[in-house]
Nanobody
Framework: QVQLVESGGGLVQAGGSLRLSCAAS????????MGWFRQAPGKEREFVAA????????YYADSVKGRFTISRDNAKNTLYLQMNSLKPEDTTVYYC?????????????????WGQGTQVTVSS
């Protein structure tokens, strides 16, 4: 089992940047495929980015490709999401998720563990 805690959210102006972090504890972090999702009130959870547990392959939603970068530091048991050129439509709660030795997919149901979320607000 793994516990996930997100941080780094906040208020930023459009065009600005934020870096989200997801600290993991528990079983070996390097054995988990990791993902970032976001969810607005009343809407389904939406895939943002994912990174594999072998090779570090990365995957992005079209809406964030070229603006967001997912990365991981296995020595620090931490997942990151660097968000640049933020837009007001990026405003919502962001969640990190973990899947033990699985594919870094884009469906929330593929992930076993979730953090509590961190709010990102982008003002226009």
């Amino acid at each position: 089992q793994v516990q996930l805690v997100e941080s780094g959210g906040g208020l930023v102006q459009a065009g600005g940047s934020l870096r989200l972090s997801c600290a993991a504890s528990g079983r070996t972090f390097s054995s988990y495929a990791m993902g970032w999702f976001r969810q607005a009130p009343g809407k389904e959870r939406e895939f943002v980015a994912a990174i594999s547990w072998i090779g570090g392959s990365t995957y992005y939603a079209d809406s964030v490709k070229g603006r967001f970068t997912i990365s991981r530091d296995n020595a620090k048991n931490t997942l990151y999401l660097q968000m640049n050129s933020l837009k007001p439509e990026d405003t919502t709660v962001y969640y990190c998720a973990a899947r033990f030795e699985g594919f870094a997919g884009w469906l929330p149901a593929e992930y076993d563990y979730w953090g509590q979320g961190t709010q990102v607000t982008v003002s226009s």
